[in-house]
């Protein structure tokens, strides 16, 4: 017995995860859309790399330059002596993207929802959170002190029922919802969401993780595309997809924003994000406001592979987003198939429960800018290859249009 | 056809009942798990139920909208027993807090 012991039942699926090989270690990465794996070349499409940021010369340059200059790190908090001229025009740089007032730049997305959740809700608020919401939600929610209340995944009525439970009650309500929700690719109700918290007084939080670069006229999100920004008290959002670096960031219109710098402590406690970051972080915001193509390109790449992948007959998530998840049988057979896929050259994500809504298996792939109509197609046809060497794409359930 | 289908949940169009039973706690347990369940209070809802995690979610939800309250985290995690959820549901019913 180990003090670990108590994990028993997950070391078990860990053990068994890991014999049947799904441990993915890349020998390199040789653009944001291909990497080597067990000495092939390999298609990636389950990196979150959505606007294929990662190699861009501009991007490069801009963090080397700064790493020359800099230094490889702060070695300091934002409270301390890790506040440099980089972090305050990156905020700035946020801020006038969003046409907001305030702007504060965390060292991982993560710690972004686990800082502005835990400072928003004390002792004695409520914060209501979407069922499917990200463990980032879920571990904020639990450094702060308010109470906790589910409601059910992208629910608008659930969600005003709950409230409405509430009135009466003293404390401040925050909802909190995601732009596009990570496993599935589905997107809020957030006109909906929207009318219920003006209704019931309550603040709304949006995490655009997954929304930030990819929805909405010039890419701000969701919150955008629904026409309701003005309704969102508070958007959180991260670097380490669109923007392809790292970090987590908070903008709000709040009088008070900037007393969260000394309220956070997953800002305060925990080093700044390296000049290098900083830089490349800046110069990618600004791609994706000059050059809406790269959105553009990403929008056409999720439909050819979810509508290609809805002719094969298989059966996706709801909305032909950038995450495009294919529902799997049982975790036997997406094992199966996720090993096949990756014998073959193709590389995405399996995730299995409880990573997942439900109880279903998923293959969750993620489509970028960069990936071009050859990739994809030939993404569709190792698709089609495993599908029919694991007996799913009969004729028959090609007509059904499902697989389940 | 084609999309992912969400899990049905539960749903009772009916006034919630005054008294917390075992009873209704029971035919709620039915219609998650579809299947016949005996229970009392002394009832593990894990243990002997062989619920995961996600499906004693599910089964909160489906509580929730039967008893018309919405039952906090912190107190789902304290929730072992069929008796302790009967007392939870009580105490969140009559306004106790924890």
């Known amino acids: 017995m180990t003090i670990l012991a108590k994990h028993a039942a997950q070391r078990q699926v860990y053990e068994s995860l890991h014999a049947h090989g799904v441990d993915v270690q890349f020998d390199g990465v040789l653009s944001p859309t291909e990497g080597m794996l067990n000495g092939r070349p390999t298609i990636l499409l389950g990196t979150n790399n959505y606007l294929g940021l990662t190699f861009d010369p501009a991007c490069i340059e801009k963090a080397v330059e700064a790493t020359r200059s800099q230094g490889t790190g702060t070695t300091g908090s934002r409270v301390a002596n890790g506040t440099y001229g980089g972090h305050i025009r990156l905020e700035k740089a946020l801020a006038d993207f969003y046409g907001r007032q305030h702007a504060m730049v965390f060292s991982t997305g993560y710690q972004a929802n686990l800082g502005v959740l835990s400072a928003?809700?004390?002792?004695?608020?409520?914060?209501?959170?979407?069922?499917?919401?990200?463990?980032?939600?879920?571990?904020?929610?639990?450094?702060?002190?308010?109470?906790?209340?589910?409601?059910?995944?992208?629910?608008?009525?659930?969600?005003?029922?709950?409230?409405?439970?509430?009135?009466?009650?003293?404390?401040?309500?925050?909802i909190v919802v995601e732009g596009i929700y990570s496993m599935l690719g589905d997107t809020a109700p957030l006109k909906e969401i929207a009318a219920v918290k003006r209704e019931t007084g309550a603040y709304l939080l949006v995490d655009e993780a997954h929304s930030l670069g990819v929805l909405g006229e010039t890419g701000r999100g969701l919150a955008e595309a629904a026409g309701v920004e003005s309704d969102v008290d508070f958007i959180v959002g991260t670097f380490s997809k669109s923007l392809g670096s790292v970090g987590g960031f908070c903008v709000s219109d709040s009088p008070d924003f900037d007393v969260m710098r000394i309220v956070c402590r997953p800002y305060m406690f925990t080093a700044s994000l390296p000049p290098g970051i900083?830089?490349?972080?800046?110069?990618?915001?600004?791609?994706?406001?000059?050059?809406?193509?790269?959105?553009?390109?990403?929008?056409?790449?999720?439909?050819?592979?979810?509508?290609?992948?809805?002719?094969?007959?298989?059966?996706?998530?709801?909305?032909?987003?950038?995450?495009?998840?294919?529902?799997?049988?049982?975790?036997?057979?997406?094992?199966?198939f996720w090993k096949l896929l990756l014998a073959s050259g193709l590389y995405l994500n399996l995730a299995i429960p409880p990573a997942t809504p439900t109880d279903v298996c998923l293959l969750r792939t993620s489509v970028s800018a960069a990936h071009t109509p050859e990739q994809l197609d030939t993404a569709l046809a190792i698709f089609a290859d495993v599908g029919r060497r694991l007996g799913f794409l009969t004729s028959e359930k090609r007509r059904a249009g499902g697989v389940a | 056809m084609g999309q992912i289908r969400q899990l049905a949940?539960?749903?009772?169009?009916?006034?919630?009942?005054?008294?917390?039973?075992?009873?209704?706690?029971?035919?709620?347990?039915?219609?998650?798990?579809?299947?016949?369940?005996?229970?009392?209070?002394?009832?593990?809802?894990?243990?002997?139920?062989?619920?995961?995690?996600?499906?004693?979610?599910?089964?909160?939800?489906?509580?929730?909208?039967?008893?018309?309250?919405?039952?906090p985290l912190d107190r789902i995690a304290q929730i072992q027993t069929v008796g302790d959820?009967?007392?939870?549901?009580?105490?969140?019913?009559?306004g106790i807090q924890e």
């Open chain 1, 278 to 336: 900083v830089a490349s972080t800046i110069e990618a915001l600004s791609r994706l406001q000059s050059e809406p193509s790269l959105r553009a390109n990403l929008t056409r790449n999720a439909h050819h592979l979810y509508d290609g992948l809805r002719e094969l007959g298989f059966q996706t998530g709801p909305e032909a987003n950038p995450i495009i998840a294919v529902a799997m049988p049982d975790q036997e057979t997406a094992v199966a």
């Open chain 2, 9 to 71: 949940l539960v749903e009772l169009k009916v006034e919630p009942p005054e008294k917390v039973t075992c009873e209704d706690i029971s035919t709620i347990f039915e219609q998650v798990l579809g299947h016949p369940v005996k229970i009392n209070e002394r009832t593990d809802i894990v243990e002997d139920l062989g619920m995961d995690s996600l499906g004693v979610m599910n089964f909160v939800m489906a509580i929730e909208d039967f008893y018309d309250i919405s039952i």
């Open chain 1, 120 to 174: 928003l809700v004390g002792r004695g608020d409520h914060l209501l959170l979407d069922a499917d919401s990200h463990a980032s939600i879920y571990d904020g929610s639990r450094l702060g002190h308010g109470e906790v209340i589910r409601f059910r995944h992208n629910n608008p009525d659930d969600l005003y029922k709950r409230l409405r439970r509430l009135s009466g009650q003293p404390g401040d309500r925050l």
């Open chain 2, 85 to 94: 959820l009967i007392h939870a549901v009580d105490d969140l019913r009559s």
